[in-house]
């Protein structure tokens, strides 16, 4: 019988992929994330902001040599 090899992505990796695809992570690029500061106000997405999370936690996280695959997992979760 076949069964699927399971060494293609870890756990997390699975967990992250699960996250994307949902249809709660869909619904992110129809809310507005908004950050007020004195000078300037920047609004975007909240899924913009969850991409920039992910982008910045992998990259702390690799530096500090975590596993990336379960920070993005974190972030896109946020």
Known sequence: M???SNGL????????TRI???QAYRRLK???QVFFAVKDDHVCTRSE?????????YTIANYLGLN???T?????GH
């Not at 992505?9 to 992250?16: A, H, L, N």
């Not at 902001?49 to 936690?57: C, D, G």
């Open 49 to 57: 902001h969850v991409n920039l999370v992910e982008s910045v936690s």
């Open 9 to 16: 992505r870890s756990e997390f990796g699975r967990d992250y």
């Open 68 to 70: 990336t695959e379960l």
């Open 2 to 4: 076949y069964q699927r």
């Open 30 to 32: 129809h809310k507005t």
């Open 72 to 76: 993005k997992a974190i972030a896109v």
């Open 20 to 22: 994307i695809f949902s």
